[in-house]
């Protein structure tokens, strides 16, 4: 089932472009530029899905929501979130079946997006994950179907209970056999948004449209050119911060040639990837965003630490790494990696609702999914796993709220369920996905 596309929606898939050697770059919407005689509504903008994961879990002792609104109370892992929690859900309880008594890690992990049964042995086998299903229904519209990022290399081999290592290591799975590779450096992750390659990698992306940019500026209206000068600004300054980043790939490439080993075996820095996982996090938020933006796609996941991640964070002053301190996650240490991962979120999240569309903003257009596939690492318990939703995507989901379907029958809580109720939303209407065949109530 498609959905109807408004006269508004048409005219935004043909949105004002900027054109030049080799790239196009998507403004965002400018109401000079596309005049219409009906004021938009949230409805007639494309929605957007994005998914932001955290490996191991959280501190399940600050980790909760109560009440809606404005009255909403959150717990200290999600007072970050405060500034938008009216537009965000609090899901408590929901689970993945096939996920549970399995074994730990990656068979928690490897169909957390699709509910498929997984498999031991050389030959990994998930199922098309819930990002890959809607950037299979709305991804002809954008240059890419979708973004899969991670700020953690992926890891090879199998664990100690026989499951591969790749179910730990992914999330987006675009066959059952064949799970979407990650993106880990800023640089190529911008390189394939902008098209750069050749003689044009070292041409800015706004050098190449300037003259465009210029010209459309004289013509717009004076609020609409201060919205343009904040998007120009904000790519040049993103544009920057990856080129400082890309210096670091490039000399992590030639290190690895001379010592005859793969990059990615090499250990941060060395490897071109950030020491500092706020910078590297932050900036990977900050492409997904303008990718939203500038309708280069319209689905997009991101990996900030992977389960059984071997990440460090001396800025929060912990000692252990991730992995290891998740199984005393109930510490003060812990609950400071989880805030921290929250706080990524909640980043992304308030960027895109400043990015202004129509009458609301692109978070209004979007829902912006923050998982774990935990929810007590110290006992590898994922019999309901940590979760919130933010924005409405296009007014067809109510937000405010604190949900929870933890004295709900094991048949009411599964999370393809709110994978069917989802995807609904973006017109598709599916019989069955993953475990479930019914809806999720109360969303």
């Not at 954008?142 to 090879?156: D, G, H, K």
């Not at 911060?241 to 075996?265: C, F, I, L, Q, S």
């Not at 933006?293 to 991730?322: C, W």
Request: glycine fraction near 8%; hydrophobic fraction near 35%.
């Amino acid at each position: 089932m498609t959905e109807r596309t408004s006269p508004i929606s048409r005219a935004f898939s043909r949105r004002a472009v900027l054109r030049g050697a080799g790239c196009t770059m998507a403004l965002p919407w400018l109401e000079s530029v596309n005049a219409l005689a009906d004021t938009p509504s949230p409805s007639d903008f494309p929605k957007r899905f994005g998914v932001v994961f955290l490996g191991c879990g959280v501190n399940e002792d600050h980790w909760s929501a109560e009440g809606s609104g404005a009255d909403m109370k959150l717990s200290r892992t999600l007072q970050s979130l405060e500034p938008i929690k009216q537009k965000i859900n609090v899901i408590d309880g929901l689970y993945v079946k096939a996920l549970t008594n399995q074994g730990i890690h990656p068979a928690q992990t490897g169909s957390i997006l699709s509910g498929a049964t997984i498999t031991k042995g050389a030959l990994i086998h998930s199922g098309i994950s819930v990002d890959q299903m809607i950037a299979g229904h709305v991804g002809q519209d954008t240059p890419q179907s979708s973004i899969v990022l991670a700020c953690e290399q992926p890891m090879t081999g199998y664990h100690e209970t026989n499951f591969s290592l790749a179910y730990s290591s992914h999330l987006s799975w675009q066959t059952p056999d064949s799970p979407v590779p990650v993106e880990v450096y800023p640089a190529l992750a911008w390189d394939n948004l902008f098209d750069n390659r050749g003689s044009l990698m070292n041409l800015s992306v706004l050098d190449r449209v300037k003259d465009r940019a210029e010209a459309l500026s004289r013509k717009i209206s004076a609020t609409d050119k201060g919205k343009l000068d904040e998007y120009l600004t904000s790519v040049r300054e993103i544009e920057r911060r990856v080129e400082v980043m890309r210096k670091g790939m490039d000399n992590a490439a030639d290190a690895a040639k001379a010592k005859n080993m793969p990059v990615a075996m090499m250990d941060r820095p060395a490897s071109g990837l950030p020491e500092d996982l706020r910078e590297h996090s932050k900036l990977m938020c900050d492409i997904v965003a303008i990718a939203f933006q500038t309708n280069k796609t319209r689905v997009a996941s991101l990996i900030i630490s992977r389960d059984l991640s071997a990440m460090y964070y001396p800025f929060l002053n912990v000692k252990e790494g991730h992995h290891a301190a998740s199984h005393n996650n109930n510490s003060d240490d812990y609950e400071r990696i989880a805030n921290f991962h929250v706080s990524q979120y909640a980043y992304l999240a308030q960027k895109l609702d400043s990015m202004k569309e129509g009458n609301g903003t692109v978070l209004d257009n979007s829902c912006l999914m923050f998982l774990s596939n935990m929810w007590i690492g110290r006992k590898h318990d994922n019999f309901r796993l940590p979760l919130v939703l933010a924005g409405g995507l296009g007014g067809t989901l109510q937000t405010g709220r604190s949900l929870s379907y933890l004295s709900e029958g094991e048949d009411k809580r599964k999370m393809c369920s709110l994978y069917l109720s989802l995807m609904d939303r973006f017109g598709m209407k599916l019989d069955r996905f993953g475990d479930s065949d019914t809806r999720l109530e109360k969303l």
